[in-house]
C-alpha cells in the first residue's frame, strides 16, 4: 500500500447502505435496540 498526499479536494457522501437484523428499516433497528430487542 502506497502512502499520498491527502488531497485538497472535499468529499462528499450523498447516501449510505446497511442490513439490519430484524428490522426493515434504520429506525426499526434503533427502536430494537432501544427495547433491548435480540436479534
Not at 502512502?3 to 472535499?10: C, V
Amino acid at each position: 500500500m502506497e502512502r499520498s498526499e491527502p488531497s485538497p479536494e472535499g468529499v462528499a457522501i450523498i447516501a449510505m447502505s446497511g442490513r439490519f437484523p430484524q428490522a426493515a428499516t434504520l429506525e426499526q433497528f434503533w427502536d430494537n435496540l432501544r427495547r433491548g430487542v435480540e436479534a
